[in-house]
């Protein structure tokens, strides 16, 4: 569902709002509308449950939701048992509040829905023109108004719990492109800081709402929506390493554990029953920089054993979804394996971890070159359009775009070849603050307004004569497919 401030509701509804409405409120109005639509969403406590016939206020974004889980960590110092209840929030009954047994669930599946909702009226506003002039087609690159939508990045992410099920660690898996994936390690006290709020850390928003609660924490952390998400305890890895038998590596770290010795320090022949064990283990004391160390080790040496010795298809389960199909994947590229970048707040195992902004965004950019936004506005929707007549310059400048916060929905080529300045259009002045960012970090072009539709998208980047020298600073693309292809679906004549 495109959120179009001041536009004519033609799908059913389509909230509006005056151009000093944040991003956050902008989520809220699309969920309220799409709770109001779906009556199991607006109540999920029966009345009889309070002896109440008010109805709770339906939840409101995922911003707000973060607030509540950050409050509930916010008020007990250490991280909750694993299956334990809540404990409660001042002021609050003693038992977990109805809002974690029903609204967060709710709201978690609302945003879900929410999203495929936005990706389809957002497809269909390109395909039809809705909002704009639709021109001839053409599937000729070369030519004016030829325009490709990009195939978002593959994703998965990987809960990693103990035998009490606790969370130890996560892990990022991407089909980046033709030639390489890529895998980003987390530890388990990797915190979102959203200004305002205390530190959100990823195990306590698993213990709280379990994958859907780590899922949205690790969208919101990493700025990219993710596809699937899937938990490995012990059992699952020994069952995932044992096709690939024993897994070598140098343990860099002594693993100790209650002064018994798990894990010397040194060369290392894993057995597929140990994995979990070793991924999972610290010691008093112990770092969980030295964990996540560990992990990235194991990650690189399995993928790559996996690779020489043919055994990918000897994996359980699906060969089409979840694990088995990133596995599958990775085993025709080159793996590149990396660990999130950031420093914890302490030398102790469960410090907080807080993440690199100044790293991560290279990291994202290489690992995920074509991420979706894992919520209205926290990526700007780019189409990049060229005006000089190399459709190729589009594909050069999406990693820089995607490093500077960007979702690239499409690439092509403008209606004319003739472009001497650079200009980025914008839509809606809510967005202008992040497309001046945007212009700051090319360091060509203008900035213009456009009063029509946006097309599904935030901002128009048309390339001109000024851009050529940041093509050559671009260098080479990280965009493995064919010059001719970009995504699946051939779009001509789209071109503003």
């Known amino acids: 569902m495109t959120l179009r401030r001041g536009a004519a509701p033609d799908d059913g509804w389509s909230p509006s709002a005056s151009p000093d409405t944040g991003d956050e409120r902008v989520v809220e109005a699309g969920l309220f509308a799409l709770l109001e639509d779906n009556a199991e969403f607006v109540d999920p406590v029966p009345a009889t449950m309070d002896g109440s016939d008010s109805r709770p206020a339906p ?8 607030r509540t889980v950050a409050a509930v960590a916010a008020a007990r110092p250490d991280r909750p048992v694993r299956g334990a209840p809540v404990p409660a929030i001042a002021g609050s009954p003693s038992e977990p509040s109805p809002f974690w047994r029903f609204g967060f669930p709710a709201l978690v599946l609302a945003l879900s829905l929410l999203a495929v909702t ?18 001839d087609r053409t599937r000729d690159p070369s030519a004016p108004g030829y ?6 990045t593959p994703t998965l992410l990987v809960v990693q719990t103990d035998t ?3 969370v130890t660690g996560s892990t990022l898996m991407a089909l980046s492109g033709e030639k390489v994936g890529g895998v980003i390690v987390m530890p388990p006290g990797t915190a979102i800081t959203i200004p305002g709020m205390p530190p959100i850390r990823f195990d306590v928003a698993y213990d709280v709402n379990e994958l859907p609660g780590i899922k949205l924490s690790a969208e919101l952390a990493l700025q990219v929506g993710i596809g699937d998400v899937t938990v490995i305890d012990p059992t699952k890895w020994a069952d995932l390493v044992e096709p690939v038998g024993m897994v070598a590596l140098t343990n860099p770290e002594e693993v ?12 290392l022949e894993l057995k597929p029953a140990d994995v979990g064990s070793y991924l999972s283990a610290v010691g008093s004391g112990e770092s969980d920089v030295n964990r996540l160390n560990r992990n990235r080790l194991f990650w690189d040496a399995w993928l790559d054993k996996m690779k020489t010795t043919g055994t990918v ?4 389960g699906e060969s089409t979804s979840g694990i088995g199909k990133f596995l599958r994947g990775m085993s025709t590229l080159e793996a590149d394996v990396a660990a999130l970048p950031g420093e914890p707040q302490g030398m102790a195992s469960g410090s907080l971890f807080t993440i690199s902004e100044i790293g991560l965004g290279p990291m994202v950019a290489r690992m995920v070159p074509f991420p979706v936004s894992p919520a209205e506005g926290v990526r700007l929707r780019v189409r990049v359009l060229d005006g000089t007549g190399r459709f190729s310059h589009g594909k050069s400048l999406a990693p820089t775009l995607v490093q500077a916060g960007c979702e690239i929905t499409a690439i092509g080529n403008a209606k004319t070849f003739d472009i001497a300045t650079t200009e980025l259009i914008y839509y809606d002045d809510a967005r202008r603050e992040k497309v001046e960012k945007i212009a700051a970090t090319l360091g060509v072009g203008r900035i213009l307004k456009s009063d029509a539709a946006g097309q599904g998208v935030d901002l128009t980047i048309i390339l001109g004569a000024d851009a050529e020298q940041l093509m050559k600073d671009a260098g080479s693309t990280v965009i493995t497919s064919p010059p001719e292809v970009v995504g699946t679906t051939i779009l001509g004549g789209t071109s503003g």
């Not at 390109?126 to 704009?132: A, C, D, F, K, S």
């Not at 325009?147 to 978002?152: D, I, M, Q, R, S």
Request: proline share 10%.
């Open 59 to 66: 939840p409101a974004g995922p911003l707000r939701a973060l």
């Open 147 to 152: 325009e490709v939508l990009t195939e978002p």
């Open 118 to 135: 936005l990706v389809r009226v957002g497809l269909n506003d390109v395909l039809t023109g809705r909002g704009g002039q639709m021109a």
């Open 313 to 316: 298809d000897a994996l359980p």
């Open 164 to 166: 009490t099920g606790a």
């Open 256 to 267: 100790r554990v209650d002064g018994k010795v798990l894990f010397r320090t040194g060369p």
